[in-house]
């Protein structure tokens, strides 16, 4: 009865596919004047990530 199905968020960049769980340590955070906290890739260092997608 008790299944509650945890969707854990992950993190995907749209440039070599990267992809790791939302807000994990693999990602690189890093602060931009004006638009604040942006999560980049470590694997080819773009900023052209989706982030907060659940992937069941
Ligand atoms: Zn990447």
């Given at each position: ?7 854990r968020k992950r993190s995907r ?18 602060e931009v004047p004006k638009l ?9 260092d773009s900023t052209n990530v ?7």
């Open positions: 009865m008790a299944s509650k199905s945890t969707t960049c749209l440039n070599c596919g990267f992809e790791a769980p939302d807000g994990d340590e693999e990602w690189i955070q890093i604040g906290r942006m999560t980049q890739c470590p694997n080819c989706i982030t907060g997608q659940s992937i069941a």
